[in-house]
């Protein structure tokens, strides 16, 4: 019987890390990571970063390239796929479910005003009972920057994303996320386990660019046909994990 393998992706900064690891044994049977020196970190003004989202996918597609032709593997042998990635990123989206800008990344700081004077306006009871944090610098913050600076491309946005949650769209042509993801982004509230309403509404956000929510332990989708033509896995392999 041929071996099996578990797929894991980690959609770094830096780089996107591909992984094979045997179903019986737990041993990692090669890992690679593309690009060799470091992935390259848009800042067109102090304290900002950006990076391309389809350069993601090209990385994971040279990445994952490199351990199939190391191991010999075929798409058959992968029974599940797992993604972990950069956390706090905003990826926008259109109607074709294409990127409208470059992602701005976790470590880029232009949103900071609007967390501040979220918490501020909100109250530390509410967004500290709530969200279990300040809105801060994170997701649903960098989105009020995009709304207020580039209202026209707000406007044509038909899902916000993660990181991981745009691969696994690449992966599987579905968009979707996880509670885990959304409250990474301060989109969460913990009290109602749902969507953090208030937050959406003081910004101006309409519900509807959040993704499907999904349960972060599950088989949240699967391998699409175009992505398995493209990347050469098995159409139907379950993605059944990610988080940041």
């Not at 959609?11 to 990692?28: D, P």
């Not at 294409?98 to 004077?117: F, M, N, Q, T």
């Not at 999904?214 to 989708?221: A, C, E, G, L």
Request: aromatic share 10%.
């Amino acid at each position: 019987m041929e071996k099996q393998f578990f797929l894991g992706f980690d959609v770094g900064s830096s780089s996107v890390k591909a992984s094979l690891v045997e179903m019986e044994s737990g041993q990692c049977a090669a890992s690679a990571f593309f690009p060799e020196s470091e992935a390259p970190i848009k800042a067109v003004r102090a304290g900002w970063a950006e990076q391309s989202p389809e350069n993601w996918w090209q990385y994971l597609k040279q990445s994952l390239r490199k351990i199939m032709d190391e191991t010999g593997a075929k798409g058959e042998q992968i029974r599940a796929i797992g993604i972990s990635y950069q956390m706090h990123g905003l990826v926008c989206i259109d109607k074709e479910l294409k990127p409208l800008r470059d992602a701005i990344i976790w470590c880029d700081s232009r949103a900071v005003p609007y967390g501040e004077r979220a918490f501020n306006d909100l109250g530390s009871d509410l967004c500290l009972g709530h969200l279990l944090n300040s809105p801060g610098n994170f997701t649903a913050s960098k989105l009020a920057w995009v709304k207020e600076n580039e209202p026209e491309l707000f406007d044509k946005i038909y899902k916000i994303m993660l990181p991981g949650d745009y691969i696994a769209l690449k992966l599987s042509g579905e968009c979707n996320t996880t509670a885990s993801g959304l409250s990474e982004g301060m989109l969460w509230d913990f009290q109602e386990n749902r969507p953090a309403k208030f937050l959406m509404d003081y910004f101006g956000f309409p519900e509807s660019v959040l993704p499907t929510v999904v349960p972060t332990f599950s088989v949240q989708s699967q391998v699409c046909r175009a992505a398995a033509e493209e990347l050469g896995l098995k159409e139907g392999t379950p993605i059944g994990y990610r988080a940041g």
